[in-house]
């Protein structure tokens, strides 16, 4: 059995991986959709891209500033919603979000959310969790003004 401890370490190399190790990092073409997000508490900044295709998450590229919490997030937001359909990106935000506001009560689904979960300790850190949302709220307004540029403009 692994310690608390010994979990919390391994969460910590996780989202220093993920820092050091972007996935996803650099900004690409084509993308339907474009968010720039600022977390105004400490200065970390984040402009995300999304690419759909068939009611999927074709890609996710970005450009980030910032501490290695919101680095780290970007990364694994990265992992786990690209390939996948819209409706099970939005079950994986739902979960991150329970996760993060739950003030360290849930562990997370390693399942639902992979190395997501290594952002559970954060959720004690009212200041860190904004670094940990950020990049998903640039996901998720990049997500509406895809849907509304597909609608208004007629593009896919």
């Not at 996803?24 to 508490?41: F, I, K, W």
């Not at 891209?49 to 680095?71: F, H, K, M, N, T």
Request: some cysteine; hydrophobic content about 40%; overall charge negative.
């Amino acid at each position: 059995m692994t310690s608390t401890v010994g979990m919390e370490q391994l969460y910590q190399q996780v989202i220093l991986d993920h820092a050091k190790n972007a996935r996803g990092a650099g900004l690409r073409q084509p993308y339907d959709a474009e968010s720039h997000q600022v977390n105004p508490t400490c200065g970390d900044e984040i402009t995300l891209r999304v690419r759909l295709a068939g009611g999927a998450v074709e890609d996710v590229s970005y450009d980030a500033l910032g501490c290695s919490i919101s680095q780290a997030a970007a990364s694994v937001l990265t992992e786990l919603v690209v390939g996948r359909p819209l409706v099970d990106t939005h079950a994986v935000y739902k979960a991150y979000l329970a996760m993060l506001q739950s003030k360290g009560a849930d562990a997370g689904d390693e399942s639902v959310l992979g190395d997501g979960v290594a952002f559970a300790g954060v959720s004690r850190y009212a200041a860190r969790v904004k670094c940990a949302l950020l990049p998903w709220a640039a996901y998720r307004d990049a997500l509406l003004r895809a849907d509304h540029t597909s609608t208004t403009e007629g593009r896919s």
